[in-house]
């Protein structure tokens, strides 16, 4: 197993960090889900909070394309916009009480986003144009999105146990998993131009080819609760298991590692790539953890004679 160093930096304004992001100013931006606060760190200064609605439930952030950060308002049912200055802007939604989820910039310029009570996906211009695109399916809580590698938009239908994809032209694909009760949430694009998908209830990384086709990874503990997955600078895929208090790293050819986290019970969620190539994750207990390799399992190199 590979060593890695974690370390933790305390951010808690009044709740704990659920997603996390780079932002274009390269310092790591959060949710604060139960304070209603929009948290920014730059590593190695301390961390900075914007407050919102204090029961607006901002869940999922992400930069767009214009250069602010664009994060989903779930219990206010509102998609949310903060510059790296702090002004904020919000936009609320035609359906409501929606629940929006998931959020991420697509090809065309827009943010798409999942809408997880109405079975429906989201887009929204940076001028605050809204277009809302049914699903085929009813009851599937669309979950995370993240954009592929063929111009479309892939999301997690978590209680479908399907992988979707939309179009920018609405176009909806579905794809069934092969397990039923895996109930995926987090999702990214890998580094071989897959999709890989966590299933939390079944304790496995998925992959999904943008043909549709499927593979599943079993992890080393089946009820470790996988939430979110993300690329490293590594080339290897990062996740969080949420309920075994751990980050794990596993390879496009399925070599998995997973390692403690220093606190029990403290609840990790979104997983990024920071500005500083290390991978980090929000602790909901109240932190966001760096993770990188641990430069003392280094071999030693001894001096030339």
Known sequence: MTPVSIEEHPVSGGGGPYAVTTGPDGALWYTLVHSGQIGRLVPGAGPESH???????????????????????????RIGRITTAGAVTEFPLPTP????????????????????AADR???????????EFPLPVTGAFPSAITAGGDGGMWFTLNQADAIGRIGTDGTVTVHPLPTAGSAPVGITLGPDGALWYVAIAAGHIGRVTTGGEITEFPLPDRAGRPHAVTTGADGVLWFTEWGGNRVGSLTTEGVTEVHDLPTPGSEPHGITLGPDGAVWTALEAGALARITPNPLSRPRREPRP
Not at 97 to 106: L, N, S, W
Not at 121 to 131: A, L, S
């Open 51 to 77: 407050r919102l609605d204090p029961d607006c439930g901002p869940t999922v952030i992400t930069t767009g394309p214009d250069g602010a950060l664009w994060f989903t308002e779930y219990r206010a049912h």
């Open 97 to 116: 009480e929606c629940g929006p989820f998931g959020i991420a910039a697509g090809p065309d310029g827009a943010l798409w986003f999942t809408e997880t």
């Open 121 to 131: 996906i989201g887009r929204i211009t940076t001028g605050g144009e809204i277009t």
